[in-house]
């Protein structure tokens, strides 16, 4: 009964869990579900209780002892309680984005929305627009269905304004202007074969659905045959799909094989796939702004509004406000202290790359760059005690693996934030053991459930977790984990993190 619990959790779209993607296969769900129940049923104390000795012990005693171990604790006041290799550098993979969310809420404040505004030149002459129409892109990473429940409204509601008017056909061109960012699509370091997947999109000024197409394959067919594959926005033909996968009989397991060509919109499908298997995958595209643009159009001409004009972009500079142009619609964001919430619960990189450049924009006026953006985290950093003559930095998200700090350092600022007015929207947007987020399926049945706040780390060979502990005695605990250059099973290290925290919770 308790098996059939947990099955069900992973009967659903494939996501990212812990930091890590778990398959929806039949075969690759009843693995998970057991390993689940391993980490989380009452054995967890029993585990707990054979390693109170130590966290060294713990870690000594463990498969994963080989690996660079780093951790801190402190009080909520700053005493330093349990330390190992504090000092030294560690790559935190996703832990960084405890850093840059705050540098968001600091520099740009916790109700900052961006703007998205739709212009028209020339003027309307009976049912047409006789000019083109302006999207200004401002970076808005929240167009798409996390952040409401319709992906498509703005294009809805862009449409809807247009009818109102009486407009049937758009005489001119759809123009997108991205220059509120540079045009440099990835930040240095990050690895190419992750570069088809929806947690490392293209960035650019003009962002809709995350900058990915949503594709679900359904093996539907003999065991040789193909499966027949649908996709969102509306099978876009922006995007073209090879699809060369192949289903394999019933039991066997999923293999997963997607890559898009880099530079191109071609996307190639070679997963295999068992007999009945359903399997969806966010993947993302080339040119984010030229499919934004290209949506709408589409978009409009389904709803029956001829466009005649080209899509064209431009990052020219432009006085929006010398009558040239008309307004007619301006889309506000929902507050930053929202998106904060999705880049830490779940722990998104688009947003954290996105809100990086933006500070460059609205600070110097300036297209949005990673490098500049860097250079004001680091500034931050520097503020709130880090040592930056040893700061590494590639990337907001910390996705790239030559971004490095200390533990120390990071543990010491999570003590800092509680102290800033933003704190609370700060603590509320880290992932709950048990409830939510990257630590959804983590410390379920654990005494650490509801009782952990806090941000995961994961890229090959590097798990991380830091965060917010309140113990048994009541007392609060500062903790920051890295486990470097690992080699065993992510589930392992994240079981030895799980005896860690434990420790803590009984020990303090």
């Known amino acids: 009964m308790i098996l059939m619990k947990y099955l069900r959790h992973f009967n659903l779209k494939r996501k990212n869990i812990s930091g890590y993607k778990m398959s929806s296969s039949p075969s690759n769900m009843m693995k998970s579900a057991v390993l689940i129940l391993i980490l989380c049923s009452g054995l967890t104390g029993t585990l707990a209780a054979q390693d109170r000795g130590s966290i060294r012990e713990i870690i000594d005693n463990s498969a994963a002892a080989s690996s660079f171990w780093s951790f801190q604790v402190r009080s909520s006041n700053g005493d330093v309680l349990e330390e190992f290799n504090g000092d030294n550098l560690i790559r935190p993979a996703s832990n960084l984005k405890l850093v840059t969310s705050a540098a968001y809420l600091d520099q740009l404040g916790t109700d900052y929305q961006?703007?998205?505004?739709?212009?028209?030149?020339?003027?309307?002459?009976?049912?047409?627009w006789d000019g083109d129409l302006y999207i200004r892109g401002a970076g808005d990473p929240s167009i798409n269905g996390e952040a409401y429940d319709d992906p498509l409204f703005l294009f809805q509601r862009w449409y809807t304004i247009l009818d109102s008017m009486g407009v049937e056909v758009i005489d001119g061109n759809i123009i997108g202007h991205d220059g509120y960012f540079d045009d440099i699509p990835y930040?240095?370091?990050?690895?190419?074969?992750d570069l088809s997947y929806y947690y490392a999109p293209e960035i650019s000024a003009l962002s809709f659905n995350q900058n990915v197409v949503d594709l679900e394959v359904s093996a539907n067919g003999e065991p040789g045959s193909r499966p027949s594959i649908t996709w969102f926005p509306f099978e876009t033909p922006y995007v073209r799909f090879v699809n060369e996968q192949r289903i394999t009989p019933e039991n066997t397991s999923f293999d997963e094989s997607y890559r898009r060509e880099l530079g191109s919109n071609t996307i190639y499908l070679r997963s295999t796939l068992p007999e009945g298997h359903y399997e969806t995958e966010p993947l993302s595209v080339h040119n984010p702004s030229l499919y934004f643009i290209d949506t709408f159009k589409r978009y409009l001409q389904l709803m029956g509004i001829r466009v005649e004009g080209q899509l064209l972009l431009s990052d020219d500079p432009v006085e929006w406000d010398n009558g040239t142009f008309t307004e007619i619609d301006s889309n506000r964001s929902k507050p930053l202290h929202t998106m904060i919430d999705r880049l830490n619960r779940e722990s998104d990189n688009h947003y954290a790359e996105m809100l990086l450049k933006t500070l460059v924009a609205e600070r110097y006026g300036v297209p949005g760059s990673t490098e500049l953006g860097l250079e004001i985290v680091k500034?931050?950093?520097?503020?709130?005690?880090?040592?930056?003559?040893?700061?590494?930095l590639r990337d907001a998200s910390g996705m790239a693996p030559a971004t490095l700090l200390k533990t120390s350092d990071l543990n010491r600022f999570l003590v800092d934030m509680q102290q800033k007015s933003y704190f609370d929207i700060y603590y509320n947007s880290l992932s709950v053991a048990g409830q939510n987020g990257t630590l959804q399926y983590r410390f379920y049945n654990s005494d650490i459930a509801n009782n952990f706040y806090g941000k995961t780390g994961f890229m090959s060979g590097v798990r991380s977790i830091s965060g917010y502990l309140d113990t048994q005695s009541g007392s609060r605990l500062v903790v920051t984990i890295a486990t470097n250059n690992y080699t065993v099973r992510t589930a392992v290290v994240d079981r030895?993190?799980?005896?860690?925290?434990?420790?803590?919770?009984t020990r303090y």
């Open 187 to 193: 930040p240095r370091g990050w690895e190419w074969d």
């Open 114 to 128: 961006f703007e998205t505004v739709l212009y028209g030149s020339g003027g309307q002459t009976g049912n047409r």
């Open 379 to 392: 500034g931050f950093m520097s503020n709130h005690g880090f040592d930056t003559t040893a700061v590494e």
């Open 496 to 505: 030895i993190h799980q005896r860690i925290l434990d420790y803590l919770y």
